[in-house]
């Protein structure tokens, strides 16, 4: 939790000649080394382990990863087929890696998996670089650790939605706003800054302005703390703005120029543009209620975000700790939020310049806005968007536990330490005494460690007794993390599934009828979905086969009949080789058969096609089935969908003949001649 100042080495006489012995701060050099390759070691086992046990895991992402493999306009639009129908309800960049790996080392479980996980490798070696920047290596050590113990981290690092790269953006942007921090000459900090404006930029095209949630506490951190003259530190600002507008802004003005007709439907939007996208259903309908995208907010129901753990629970300050919130990132924050207060009165009469408080400004002002707008958004929010604010903590935790180590001979700085470690401690065991029968006796063990580490670090002021603060601080500090630790194992050990993953060991989550791992499915339909075989290669079986994978009624057929359609499917010979109402549905179907799928409707009841296109399409050969009753995105799918898809469905019902496939109802489309 926290971490132990070096003292200065003492001086010693220099070696003789027949005795030539290193440095010091060799032996620091090469100690620190050692210790940051076992915690990224550790990082990389943690996340690359059974990687593959979660399959596809989320399979709307990774229909559209496996869609951009193998076309490149498909990979730049972000289109969920190869035909490029509609894209998915997100900006591409995500997928952009995704796809690059998928083309490069053939798209698997593996090729798909693969870069998040080393994504929270990277992500961890940007906070201790960061947080070692202006303390310590072991505070950089302690900050690196605790983001890898997160179980939300565990949980996103392992799956293939866009909250990976997010982070990692957003840790880079930070790193690189310490570093301009750091410069006195103009021209290096304006470089730096420049750069963490390109970083938050990409991080737009990840997840649009959640991307951008971070900017008030690095700009005011740059504005306070910046080495150079504030005129200077004013127009570094600007820079930096313009590097975000441009790293962003393109990819959203070739959308714009590039003609509707020829490019995919924007997956979110009502009419058909990013713009729409980025005020409406990711934007400014996620904090008001209002989601886009042909589906209303509610502020009571599912999209205001209150129906369950799954949608995050009721808006309020404690909606961060409520059940799978609290869970997947609440562990260490009171421990943070002492850190950050003490930490930043200790530094109270420190020069303007001083990095420890502007960090503590960074990282603070980091969780502060992004913690508060998840606290009372009234859109949808799931709890795994909390890995957001997860290098926040741990970098509240490192500069905040270091500000407090250097006061340690006076009571505030030996107090502050010791209510860290009690607050993680007593958190860490009401988290743990929510699922009371996994590990009974875990809480208490790291009640008493904290407690007793506490104690220590209260005697040991000075004289005989000092000692005694370091061993302190090492028993607290390791049983403060220990509880989240456990769960970020558990979430790691789980194979997860569907739209909504969770985190944490079987029973976690109490109040939603969820459990513990897995995921959710994005609705409910009817056919052969999660079940259908990709091929006889197991990795490429579309879901996982773990907990939590959530299908529609009728799934057990068995192989036969799914095997029967998924080669109807492949031997379909159309641009799409079927239509079916509901992203979720066709991306699975597009994983079974490696063939283009029209989804009717996309993710949330898009405007897309229309009646008339749709018998357009049909009347020119171009989809072969109609799969009917798919499953869609959306609740509001999951009960037919809107008035368009519904529209297409009775218009094929009235002019086609339907054939049972399994417990599949599926209409062939061709020869149709209007």
């Not at 390759?37 to 496996?66: E, P, R």
């Not at 998040?116 to 940007?126: E, H, I, N, T």
């Not at 150079?228 to 990819?251: D, K, N, P």
């Not at 875990?442 to 005697?459: D, R």
């Amino acid at each position: 939790m926290t971490a132990v100042l070096h003292p200065a080495p003492p001086q010693r006489p220099a070696p003789t000649a027949h005795r030539a012995e290193p440095s010091p701060s060799w032996f620091r050099t090469r100690r620190t080394g050692l210790a940051l390759t076992i915690l990224l070691a550790a990082t990389a086992v943690l996340y690359l382990w059974n990687l593959t046990a979660s399959g596809y895991a989320n399979t709307f992402y990774a229909a559209a990863a496996q869609a951009g493999s193998q076309n490149w306009k498909a990979w730049f639009f972000g289109s969920l087929d190869t035909s490029n129908f509609i894209t998915v309800d997100k900006p591409p960049a995500s997928l952009w890696v995704m796809g690059l790996s998928g083309r490069i080392f053939g798209f698997s479980s593996a090729s798909l998996l693969v870069p998040q996980a080393l994504m929270g490798v990277g992500s961890v070696a940007l906070v201790y670089a960061a947080v070692k920047r202006v303390a310590t290596p072991a505070a950089g050590l302690v900050a690196g650790a605790v983001l890898a113990a997160t179980p939300a981290a565990a949980l996103m690092f392992k799956f293939d939605n866009p909250d990976a790269l997010l982070v990692l953006l957003m840790t880079l942007a930070g790193y690189f706003v310490i570093r301009a921090m750091c410069t006195a000459v103009g021209r290096r900090a304006a470089m730096w800054v420049a750069l963490a404006g390109v970083a938050l930029g990409f991080a737009f095209l990840t997840k649009m302005l959640q991307g951008l949630m971070v900017l008030p506490a690095f700009g005011a951190a740059y504005l306070i703390a910046g080495q150079v003259r504030l005129r200077t530190r004013l127009f570094h600002l600007v820079i930096g703005a313009a590097s975000v507008v441009i790293s962003a802004g393109w990819w959203v003005l070739a959308v714009w120029l590039w003609p509707a007709d020829s490019r995919p439907y924007i997956g979110g939007s009502t009419n058909n543009s990013v713009m729409d996208l980025v005020l409406g259903y990711n934007g400014l309908g996620r904090l008001f209620g209002n989601t886009g995208g042909g589906m209303s907010g509610d502020s009571s129901g599912i999209a205001g975000g209150s129906a369950g753990s799954s949608f995050g629970g009721n808006a309020g300050l404690d909606r961060l700790f409520g059940s799978e919130m609290g869970i997947q990132i609440s562990w260490l924050i009171p421990a943070a939020l002492i850190a950050l207060v003490f930490g930043l009165l200790t530094r109270g009469r420190a020069p303007r310049t001083d990095l420890l408080r502007a960090s503590l400004i960074l990282w603070g002002g980091w969780f502060l806005v992004t913690g508060l707008i998840f606290s009372y958004m009234s859109g949808t929010i799931h709890p795994y968007y909390t890995v957001a604010l997860a290098p926040a903590v741990a970098g509240m935790i490192g500069i905040g536990g270091y500000a407090l180590w250097l006061v340690r001979a006076r009571w505030i700085g030996r107090c502050s330490l010791a209510a860290m470690m009690l607050s993680a401690g007593i958190w860490s065991w009401v988290l743990l005494h929510r699922n009371a029968e996994w590990l009974p006796m875990l809480k208490w063990i790291l009640l008493a460690g904290t407690v007793v580490g506490a104690i220590l670090v209260l005697m040991g002021a000075k004289g005989r007794f000092r000692k005694l603060a370091a061993a302190g601080l090492i028993i607290g500090s390791l049983a403060g993390i220990t509880g989240s630790a456990s769960y970020a194992i558990a979430t790691a050990a789980t194979a997860h599934g569907g739209s909504i993953p969770t985190a944490g060991p079987t029973g976690a989550v109490s109040d939603s009828g969820m459990g513990g791992g897995g995921g959710m499915g994005g609705g409910q339909g009817h056919g052969d979905v999660e079940a259908l075989p990709n091929s006889d290669d197991a990795s490429r079986n579309p879901t996982a086969s773990g907990p939590g994978t959530t299908s529609g009624p009728g799934t057990s057929s068995g192989s036969e009949s799914t095997s029967e359609l998924t080669a109807m499917l492949v031997n379909a010979g159309t641009t799409w080789s079927a239509a079916t109402n509901g992203s979720q549905s066709a991306a699975t179907y597009e994983l079974a058969s490696d063939t283009a799928v029209m989804a009717i409707g996309g993710w949330s009841s898009d405007p897309a096609p229309t009646l008339d296109q749709f018998i357009e399409y049909v009347a020119d050969g171009e989809i072969h089935y109609y799969i009917a009753s798919g499953q869609g995105g959306s609740p509001k799918d999951g009960q037919g969908g809107d008035s368009t898809s519904n529209a297409i469905q009775e218009w094929v019902e009235a002019n086609f003949s339907s054939t049972t496939v399994g417990n599949s109802t599926i209409y062939d489309l061709s020869g149709y001649v209007g």
